[in-house]
C-alpha cells in the first residue's frame, strides 16, 4: 500500500505539471496572438491612427479564424487613453462596464508590460493584456480571452483520468444538475459528466469540507474504486476555482487485496514448518553447547592448555559443520589469543616503568619550561598559601619561592583584593564550582614597587590537601597599562599642544554654558586661528609650523586664568572658554592673548616669523544657547577680525550673524555653480606606495577648483559652504563620475590601478549615490575591486547605522572602504569594529614625527597592533622623509602616502607621463 501510495502521489504531481503547463502554454499562445497582431495586414497603420472604424474594418477578417483556429472568445482594443476603439466577442459580455478590465488596461498602458490574469466567474477564461507596439510606439492595448475547456479536453487526452472545473459561489447558488449544494460550487465543466457528477456527489455526502480533497481521497462506488484529487486555480480571485481530478484504479486496489491474501497465507504456512525445522536442529545443537559450557571455567582462570585439551576431548566426529563447531575454533582461537596477550601484558609493565622514567626527565624540563616563561606561574594549596613560584615570579615581584611559601597569596602579592567577595570567588574555584577566575590586580614587590598584573587561576584536581588546588599565571600589563592610559589622554587631547581636542572641548563648553544658563553666570568664548599660518608652513615647513603651535599653546596657558578652558580645534584654529566674565572682561582678555602673541616670534633657517592672531568673542547665553550657534557665532566674529587688518579681536553682535554669513554662502555658492557650468573642478591623484614591493598600483583622488583667475583652491575653501547650501550632493555625485571616467580611460591605456576616491560626510544620507555609482560602473565596464571609498570617523558619526548600511550595500558591489584619520579620536577604535572598512590610514599628525617623537612611535605601534588584530591593511600618510619611510617599513605597515612618495598632480597628466615613460 505504501507504493502504491508513492505512486499516486507522484501521479498526482505529474498530473499538477501537465494542467500547469497546459494553462500556461495557453497564456504563451495568447500572448504570441497579441504579438502578432501589429503584423497583420492593414493593422500597423490602422493602430498608429488609432480609427475606430478603420481597425473594425482590417481585422474583422482576422476575427474568424482566430476564433475557430485559436479558440480565441474575444478580443478588444484600446487606445493609450484607456478608451475602447474595437471588439469582438462571443460571449456577449459588456465589457465597457467591468472595471475590473479597466483596471487591467489602465496598468498595462502606464506599465507597457502585459499580464495574463486568470478569471473564474460562471467558466474559466485565460485572459491576456498586452501593450500594442508599433515602430517602437505605444498605440494601445489588446485584450484577449480564451476558455480553459479546450485545456481541459487536452489534458483528459493526454493523462487518461477524468477532469472537473469547480467555481465556489458566495450565495445564491442555484439548484441544478451541475451544482454541488454542500461545497457551495456549481460544475464548470466535467468530462465523462454522467458517471463523474454522480461521484462528486456521493463524495461531498461523506465530506463536507471540500477542503479534505486537497490531500486526495479514495471511495467505493458502484463496486468500483476512484482516487478524487482538488488542485487549487492561481485565478485573479483567490480560492475562486478548482480543479478535481477523477481516477479508476478499481484494477490497482484489486490487485493489492488479491496480493495480501495470498501473502498472508504463504507466511502461515511458511511460519508453521519453520518451527518444525527449528526444533529439530536445536536439539541437536544444545547438546553440543553444553559441552561448550562446561570448559569455559578454564579459561576465566588462565588455564589455557588444559582448556584446549577439554574442547578437544568432548569434540564429536560429525558430517556437517554448524555454529557450535565454529564456536569451538573461535574458543581455542580466544584461548591462544589470550595467552599471547597475558605475555604483552607482562612486556608492557616493563616498558611503562622505563617511561616512567622518561616521564620524570620530562617533568624536569616542563619545570625549567616554567622557570623560563615570561609570566607568574604559582600554585597555591586549598586555603590559598603559595606552594611554588616560577623564576620569572621571583624576578619580578623581587622575592624568592621560599620566602612565599606558606604565605597567603591574596595578603602577600595583592593586599588591595583581599575582600569577602573575592576570597568567596577564590573559594568556589579551590571547590571546583568555578573552573577559571581572571582578574587584574596590583601586584606588590618585595622592594616596594607595584606591577599590574592580569592573572587567570585555574582549578586543579586534587587528592589530598598536600598537592595544589590552583594554578595561578600572571602575564605583567603593566606597560599595555600606560599605554592604554595614553591613548584614553589623547581621545580628549590634542597630541602635538596638549590642548583640548574638538571633541572634548566641545564637551566642556557645553558644561559651561549649561550652568551659566542655570546659575545666570555669563561667559564668553574666544575663537581665533593664526594669521599666515600656511605661508610659514609652506616656507619653512610642517615642523616650524608644529613648533609655532606648540608656543602658542605655551603662551595661552600663562595667559588665562585658571579656570578658563583653552582647546585646540583643528589645524591653527584655537578657543578659549571664559566662565563668568562680562564683556569688557573677555575683551581685555583677547588683548592679552594679542599681546602676548606679539611678543613671541619663531626663527628657522634664518628666517623670522612673528605670531599675530584674529580673534572672535561670543557671548553666551547672548549670542548662542548651543555650543553650534556658539561657535558660529565666535567663528564669524573671527572673519569680522580678519577684515579689519588681522592682529586684532571683534566682537559679535546679532547684527553681524545673518548679514557675515549669508555674504559668505552667497559668494561661494555662486562660485561653486560658476565652477559646475564651466567644469572648473579638477581631479589631483597622489601616489600611494606598497611598503614591501615598493610598487604604485594606487592612488588617492584630490579634489581642487579652479577660480576664475587661475588660482587652485582647496576643498576647505568651498566645502562648507556645499554643505551649508545644499550643493554637497552635486559636488559627491560629480566626482564620482569625473573619477570613474577617469579610471576607465586609464584601464582602456593598460595601465592597472586603483583609485581612493574621498566621501563627504553628507553621501550617507544621498539616495542617489548608490545609483549613480552602480551606472557608471556598469556604463564604463570598470572592475568594482579597483574602486575605493575614503570615510573620516566624523562622517561616520553624523549617521552611524545609515553609514554602515550604505557601506555594506556599496561592498557587496565589489568596493573597499578606508577609514581615514585613524588614531585621532579614541572611538576610532569603536569604529574599526563598527564599520566594513578594509584599510585603515593613520593620520599624519603621529607620523610626521616619528624619527624624532618616541611617543609618536609607540603610538603608531599600538594602533598598527589593534588595525591588524582587526585583520585591516594600513596606510601611513604624511610620509614626508626617507627616514620615515624606513621606520614604517619596520613597523610592517602596508602602505605609504606623503609627499616622499609623490605630491599630488592633475589626473590629466598621468597618462601623458605614463606614455611618455614608456
Known amino acids: 500500500m505504501a507504493n502504491f501510495d508513492s505512486q499516486r502521489e507522484t501521479e498526482y504531481r505529474r498530473y499538477a505539471r501537465e494542467v500547469n503547463n497546459l494553462i500556461i502554454n495557453t497564456s504563451q499562445n495568447l500572448y504570441q496572438l497579441a504579438e502578432m ?6 493593422m500597423k497603420e490602422a493602430l498608429l491612427i488609432n480609427d475606430s472604424e478603420n481597425i473594425d474594418s482590417v481585422f474583422d477578417p482576422h476575427w474568424t479564424l482566430l476564433q475557430f483556429h485559436n479558440s480565441v472568445e474575444f478580443i478588444h482594443f484600446y487606445d493609450p487613453l484607456n478608451q475602447l476603439s474595437a471588439s469582438w466577442d462571443s460571449l456577449a459580455t459588456n465589457i465597457d462596464d467591468n472595471i475590473l478590465l479597466s483596471t487591467w488596461v489602465s496598468q498595462v498602458n502606464q506599465s507597457e508590460r502585459p499580464i495574463n490574469p486568470l478569471l473564474c466567474q460562471e467558466s474559466c477564461i485565460q485572459y491576456i493584456v498586452a501593450p500594442l507596439l508599433v515602430e517602437g510606439k505605444k498605440s494601445g492595448v489588446v485584450v484577449m480571452g480564451i476558455s480553459l475547456a479546450d485545456a481541459l479536453l487536452a489534458f483528459k487526452r493526454v493523462s487518461g483520468a477524468d477532469i472537473g472545473l469547480l467555481i465556489t459561489e458566495q450565495d445564491n447558488l442555484m439548484q441544478n444538475d451541475f451544482a454541488v449544494l454542500h461545497w457551495n460550487i456549481h460544475i464548470s465543466a466535467l468530462t465523462n459528466k454522467a458517471i463523474n457528477l454522480e461521484i462528486l456527489n456521493k463524495v461531498a455526502q461523506d465530506y463536507k469540507d471540500m477542503s479534505a480533497l486537497s490531500e486526495g481521497i479514495q471511495m467505493r462506488w458502484n463496486d468500483q474504486y476512484h482516487q478524487l484529487k482538488l488542485f487549487p486555480l492561481n485565478s485573479y480571485e483567490p480560492d475562486k476555482a478548482y480543479l478535481v481530478i477523477i481516477t479508476d484504479v478499481t484494477s490497482a486496489v484489486i490487485n493489492i487485496h488479491d496480493s495480501i491474501w495470498k501473502i498472508a497465507f504463504i ?20 547438546a553440543k553447547l553444553k559441552d561448550v559450557a562446561m570448559v569455559l571455567p578454564l579459561l576465566a582462570s588462565g588455564q589455557f592448555e588444559k582448556f584446549r585439551l577439554s574442547l578437544a576431548s568432548t569434540g564429536r566426529v560429525q558430517r556437517f559443520r554448524d555454529e557450535v563447531d565454529t564456536l569451538s575454533e573461535a574458543a581455542v582461537s580466544l584461548s591462544l589469543q589470550l595467552e599471547k596477550l597475558e605475555q604483552e601484558v607482562s612486556n608492557r609493565t616493563e616498558m611503562l616503568i622505563e617511561q616512567k622514567d622518561e616521564l620524570s626527565k620530562e617533568r624536569d624540563f616542563v619545570k625549567h619550561l616554567l622557570d623560563t616563561a615570561q609570566a607568574i606561574v604559582l600554585t597555591q594549596d586549598s586555603d590559598g598559601r603559595i606552594m611554588s613560584l616560577n623564576e620569572y615570579g621571583e624576578m619580578l615581584t623581587q622575592y624568592t619561592e621560599s620566602e612565599l611559601q606558606g604565605k597567603s597569596f591574596q595578603n602577600s602579592l595583592i593586599p588591595e583584593y583581599e575582600s569577602h567577595e573575592m576570597l568567596s570567588r577564590f573559594k568556589e574555584v579551590h571547590s571546583g564550582k568555578r573552573g577559571q577566575l581572571r582578574h587584574e590586580a596590583i601586584t606588590h614587590c618585595k622592594d616596594g614597587t607595584t606591577r599590574h598584573v592580569a592573572w587567570l587561576h585555574s582549578h586543579l584536581s586534587c587528592r589530598s590537601p598536600d598537592e595544589p588546588s590552583i594554578l595561578s599565571v600572571g602575564l605583567d600589563v603593566t606597560e599595555y597599562k600606560r599605554v592604554e592610559g595614553h ?18 572641548f566641545s564637551e566642556e563648553l557645553e558644561q559651561v554654558i549649561s550652568r551659566a544658563e542655570r546659575y545666570r553666570h555669563p561667559g564668553a568664548l574666544l575663537f581665533f586661528d593664526l594669521d599666515r599660518f600656511k605661508y610659514i608652513n609652506d616656507t619653512s615647513g610642517h615642523q616650524a609650523g608644529d613648533t609655532l603651535l606648540k ?13 578658563d578652558i583653552t582647546g585646540r580645534l583643528g589645524g591653527d584654529e584655537f578657543a578659549i572658554i571664559l566662565p563668568e566674565i562680562n564683556p569688557n572682561g573677555a575683551i581685555e582678555v583677547a588683548k592679552k592673548v594679542l599681546d602676548q602673541l606679539g611678543l613671541a616670534q619663531l626663527t628657522i633657517n634664518n628666517r623670522t616669523h612673528k605670531i599675530s592672531a584674529s580673534i572672535g568673542i561670543a557671548l553666551f547665553p547672548e549670542h548662542g544657547a548651543n555650543i553650534h550657534d556658539l ?19 571683534y566682537l559679535f553682535s546679532d547684527k553681524d550673524r545673518s548679514r557675515e554669513r549669508i555674504h559668505t554662502l552667497v559668494y561661494w555658492k555662486e562660485k561653486i555653480e560658476y565652477s559646475h557650468l564651466h567644469d572648473n573642478f579638477v581631479l589631483y591623484l597622489q601616489p600611494i606606495m606598497h611598503v614591501k614591493s615598493k610598487e604604485i598600483l594606487h592612488y588617492e583622488v584630490l579634489l581642487r577648483m579652479l577660480d576664475i583667475d587661475g588660482t587652485v583652491l582647496s576643498p576647505a575653501d568651498f566645502i562648507p559652504a556645499a554643505e551649508h547650501t545644499g550643493l554637497i550632493h552635486a559636488i559627491d555625485h560629480m566626482v564620482l563620475r569625473k573619477a570613474i571616467a577617469q579610471l576607465a580611460q586609464i584601464y582602456q591605456a593598460g595601465f592597472r590601478v586603483s583609485f581612493s576616491i574621498n566621501l563627504s560626510a553628507h553621501a550617507f544620507n544621498d539616495p542617489e549615490l548608490l545609483p549613480i555609482l552602480k551606472a557608471e560602473l556598469t556604463s564604463h565596464k570598470l572592475d568594482p575591486a579597483c574602486v575605493m571609498f575614503e570615510i573620516t570617523e566624523t ?10 548600511g550604505l557601506m555594506i550595500e556599496i561592498r557587496e558591489l565589489g568596493c573597499g572602504f578606508v577609514l581615514d584619520d585613524f588614531g585621532v579620536g579614541f572611538s576610532s577604535f569603536y569604529y574599526l569594529r563598527e564599520l566594513p572598512v578594509d584599510v585603515v590610514k593613520i593620520d599624519g599628525s603621529f607620523v610626521r614625527n616619528l624619527s624624532e617623537s618616541g611617543d609618536d612611535l609607540i603610538l603608531v605601534n599600538a594602533l598598527c597592533s589593534v588595525a591588524r588584530g582587526f585583520g585591516k591593511r594600513i596606510t601611513a600618510e604624511f610620509v614626508e622623509t626617507a627616514e620615515i619611510l624606513s621606520i614604517i617599513e619596520k613597523m610592517d605597515i602596508d602602505y605609504a602616502q606623503g ?3 609623490g605630491k599630488p598632480a592633475p589626473a590629466s597628466q598621468f597618462l601623458k607621463e605614463k606614455m611618455t615613460a614608456r
Not at 502461515?268 to 544444545?286: D, K, P, Y
Open 37 to 42: 497582431i501589429p503584423f497583420l495586414d492593414g
Open 267 to 286: 507466511g502461515l504456512l511458511g511460519l508453521i514448518c519453520s518451527e518444525i525445522l527449528l526444533f529439530l536442529i536445536f536439539t541437536r545443537l544444545l
Open 899 to 901: 609627499y616622499y612618495i
Open 551 to 563: 608656543m602658542v599653546a605655551s603662551m595661552l596657558a600663562q595667559t588665562i586664568r585658571a579656570n
Open 487 to 504: 591613548l584614553a589622554w589623547l581621545a580628549d587631547h590634542d597630541p602635538l599642544t596638549n590642548l583640548f581636542n574638538r571633541r572634548r
Open 795 to 804: 562622517a561616520a558619526l553624523e549617521d552611524l547605522p545609515g553609514a554602515r
Open 631 to 649: 561657535l558660529a557665532a565666535a567663528d564669524l566674529a573671527m572673519y569680522q577680525a580678519k577684515a579689519k587688518g588681522r592682529n586684532a579681536w
